[in-house]
């Protein structure tokens, strides 16, 4: 089993910043890829920023220029840094994980996510 611990969300100003964290811990093998996804009220989760393992960063066009999405290995940690904060940015954000873990049967990939931290962007 995997699980994923965030911390970070919290209330803050338009134009602050905010840091996520999340560190995956448990039976990993190794991880394909650490995201972060958010869920507004009333809309569907969406993603905000990817980092595959050995490969650059992806970001959803709302975040590009404004989110940072880094990734420590070693530790597996994902850090999310986002400036320029907006109303609009008020939501969810999950912690995504895609790795691979030990099973009983043999190392399998899955598929993990956090409980959620909420980040409110005030005007």
């Known amino acids: 089993q995997v699980q994923l611990v965030e911390s970070g969300g919290g209330v803050v100003q338009a134009g602050g910043s905010l840091r996520l964290s999340c560190a995956a811990s448990g039976s990993i093998v190794s991880i394909n890829h650490m995201a972060w996804y958010r869920q507004a009220p009333g809309k569907q989760r969406e993603l905000v920023a990817i980092?595959?393992?050995?490969?650059?960063?992806n970001y959803a066009e709302s975040a590009k220029g404004r989110f940072t999405i880094s990734v420590d290995n070693a530790k597996n940690t994902v850090v999310l840094q986002m400036n320029s904060l907006k109303p609009e940015d008020t939501a969810v954000y999950y912690c995504?994980?895609?790795?691979?873990?030990?099973?009983?049967?043999?190392?399998?990939?899955?598929?993990?996510w956090g409980l959620g931290t909420q980040v409110t962007v005030s005007s």
């Open positions: 995504n994980c895609n790795a691979v873990v030990r099973k009983a049967w043999g190392p399998s990939i899955f598929e993990y």
């Open positions: 980092v595959t393992t050995g490969g650059s960063p």
